[in-house]
């Protein structure tokens, strides 16, 4: 079984940037597609972005495209969330998640088995 922890999260000004990490241990996400979801205070969670195993298809929800980047290194068993020009609208928990697959079988949870305790990121206005 994988275990996977964020980490990075914080407070920020709006038009900062911040990167969060997802590092995992236990056994290992080469193979794997990655992801990262958040969920914001009285909202559903909803998916930001994943990556193919070896990075080479990225995916990312409208919302933060433009803005947000994702990237691994297998080496070091670790994903990451480049995040830029943030809003007060992306203040949520951010989790990773693992996937069964190594390729993005789709952006809903269920396409991920393996989830991350969140890591808290607030972006002031």
């Known amino acids: 079984q994988v275990q996977l922890v964020e980490s990075g999260g914080g407070l920020v000004q709006a038009g900062g940037s911040l990167r969060v990490s997802c590092a995992a241990s236990?056994?290992?996400?080469?193979?794997?597609?990655m992801g990262w979801f958040r969920q914001a205070p009285g909202k559903e969670r909803e998916f930001v972005a994943a990556?193919?195993?070896?990075?080479?298809?990225?995916y990312y929800a409208d919302s933060v495209k433009g803005r947000f980047t994702i990237s691994r290194d297998n080496a070091k068993n670790t994903v990451y969330l480049q995040m830029t020009s943030l809003k007060p609208e992306d203040t949520a928990v951010y989790y990773c998640?693992?996937?069964?697959?190594?390729?993005?079988?789709?952006?809903?949870?269920?396409?991920?088995?393996?989830w991350g305790q969140g890591t808290q990121v607030t972006v002031s206005s």
């Open positions: 236990g056994r290992t996400i080469t193979s794997r597609a």
């Open positions: 998640a693992a996937s069964p697959s190594s390729v993005v079988l789709g952006t809903s949870e269920g396409n991920f088995n393996s």
């Open positions: 990556i193919k195993w070896n990075g080479g298809s990225t």
